[in-house]
DNA sequence: TTTTATTTTTAGATTTGTCTAAATTTTAAT
DNA sequence: ATTAAAATTTAGACAAATCTAAAAATAAAA
């Protein structure tokens, strides 16, 4: 079955707002915001939806994929972490520019080209934001990840993942020369303001602050690239 | 400017109608079977494009693109080829599987993509059909491209392209151990039956039919991988 | 528990791209 | 130069996805 990438942001839509704990059923509203478009479209669409069985709806009562529903969306989503995966890993892109190319991307319709892909990248576990890609049958990785922050000392990992994506960030990181794929370890840390002293290989131990500490993702059990 | 698919597809078959020799002006009919639409759907869309001023139309008096409108196909040439060249290339798809999912592929908008995918495919000048690619400007590469039949004895060069892409054609080449990138050099070519002999580095000379030699590209010139 | 505010849905329009059937224009043939 | 055939355009409709404004239902507040 085929559908619309206006569908496909629907689905995608309600599986990304289900997620969030405590939340049953996604909001009209909630919807509308996600997709910058307004309640009054949305009511229409899930009106589409539900005769195709992708969601429950009852009117006033919320939206629920079903499992059919769910299974698409999760084909959606492997689709945009591979694709931006690739723009990160082999077209050199930066991690905050991806996500509206792959925005696109993930509407290619070809199952064939994107399992292609997956095997081209070497079956990544993770998308340059450090979420977890689903696999061809759509399970979901248990992805081994903390902030650094978090690391123990002594310990270390590969940043797989930024969770504060402001340019600033981005900025500090690229200064510091910490990147996707970065093997880092815990040097020490400092009570006192939370900030850690890392160690990346070949240079000099260096100093994180806190925030960027508790923002910085790191996986210490799969072979993340 | 963006435009959508539908507009890009009907740009695009202009240009390749226009290319046709003596083929001036492009008629309606035309259009719609390359587009596998009917003429009056036909006859809507050029309206449109027209105050786009991406073309030239008067009515009954057939389509022709402006420098504009040439300059938007020729990008979304570009798109299309290199996207093959990709699928062929790196995921290892079969030049026969890679034409639909380009047509898809073309319509991602980015530029920033497309100009960057191209670097990481090393600027390839031809795609797996043996079409030329345009550069980041437009330009065509002008190929130093000819079939197996007419290369002098002794020549050797590397094959970009086949016209005939019927399966049983592709199913032959398959069986002969010669794909997109394979370097060939003509042993001897037979009068009698047209038919050439060649060599691939590591085999035995095989011999080909006058069929295949003729519609069996090799491009002797440029680095095209 | 009324009343008020918020959320959601309906009704009716709009845009894009397409279609069929009928009318018009051009081209080809007598 | 007419007439017949082919190509093209117009007119009117339709499906998808969206919107605004108004109505209805639910939730929150007095």
């Given at each position: 079955m085929k559908y619309s990438a206006s569908k496909e942001n629907y689905i995608k839509a309600i599986f990304h707002l289900q997620q969030?704990?405590?939340?049953e059923s996604v909001t009209t509203n909630a919807l509308a915001e996600a997709l910058h478009t307004k309640p009054a479209s949305v009511t229409d669409m899930l009106k589409k939806l539900k005769t195709q069985k992708l969601l429950q709806y009852e009117k006033y009562r919320g939206v629920k994929l079903t499992p059919e529903g769910k299974k698409l969306a999760v084909q959606i989503v492997r689709k945009h972490r591979l694709w931006e995966y690739f723009l990160v890993e082999?077209?050199?892109?930066?991690w905050e520019e991806v996500h509206d190319i792959a925005e696109e991307l993930e509407?290619?319709?070809?199952k064939k080209l994107i399992d292609r892909l997956d095997a081209f990248l070497d079956f990544?576990?993770?998308?340059?934001?450090?979420d977890p890609i689903p696999d061809v049958n759509g399970k979901m990785p248990s992805l081994q990840q903390s902030a650094v922050s978090e690391m123990p000392v002594n310990s270390s990992g590969t940043v797989?993942?930024?969770?504060?994506?402001s340019a600033d960030m981005l900025e500090l990181l690229k200064h510091k020369n910490i990147q996707l794929g970065t093997k880092l370890e815990v040097k020490k840390k400092f009570e006192v303001d939370g900030s850690v002293e890392i160690k990346i290989r070949n240079q000099q131990p260096v100093n994180i602050s806190e925030h960027v500490a508790k923002n910085l993702l790191v996986a210490y059990d799969n072979k993340n690239k």
């Open positions: 969030e704990p405590e939340q082999k077209l050199q892109f930066g509407h290619i319709s070809s990544p576990r993770a998308d340059p934001h450090g797989n993942g930024i969770s504060d994506q």
